[in-house]
């Protein structure tokens, strides 16, 4: 997948299609050289999984889902030509929602729906705080990880994402 870049100035918008929503990558040249990086939103059980091209998941699970943003924005990265790995960017934030139970209904079951809720802010919550600690030990730990349990008008999605990090130029050594 190759992306349409459009430049304005200092900003850069990396995209797909002529008649884009909204831009998968988004960079603004600081006056030092590095680059602060905005990284589209993905939503849903299906849109990392798209992207990556794997279809396995079908139940909300966070320890599985988590990575996959992060993997999807990786492959941006590279496809947008800014860096190799997120191990070479520091996240300043990170916003992170992860949607209501798909089932049990909580009509039929509320105390099953309400045991799901439970599960599903334990998993995320443990996901997300082992996920730099696991992957990245090198890089700092964003400023600010929101995180909220919430219904989202995609019937499917499981969570959504979107994040800001800074790509820093090599600085000379001496």
Request: charged share 25%; net charge negative.
């Amino acid at each position: 997948m190759a992306f349409n870049v459009k430049r304005r100035g200092k900003v850069t918008y990396y995209f797909l299609g002529e008649r884009p929503t909204l831009s998968a990558v988004v960079t603004e040249l600081l006056a030092d050289g590095d680059l602060k990086i905005y990284l589209s939103g993905l939503t849903g059980g299906y849109s990392a999984r798209s992207v990556l091209g794997r279809d396995e998941l079908v139940q909300m699970d966070p320890q599985r889902e988590i990575p996959l943003v992060f993997e999807c924005w990786e492959l941006w990265l590279r496809q947008a030509g800014i860096c190799e790995s997120l191990a070479e960017v520091d996240f300043l934030e990170v916003h992170a929602f992860g949607c209501q139970p798909k089932g049990p209904s909580p009509l039929v079951d509320p105390h099953g729906y309400a045991a799901e809720q439970t599960r599903l802010r334990t998993a995320y919550a443990e996901a997300y705080s082992s996920f730099f600690a696991d992957r990245f030990p090198d890089n700092g730990v964003p400023a600010r990880f929101t995180v909220h349990v919430v219904d989202v008008p995609d019937t499917a999605a499981s969570y959504e994402f979107y994040a800001t990090a800074l790509w820093q130029r090599p600085r000379d050594q001496n």
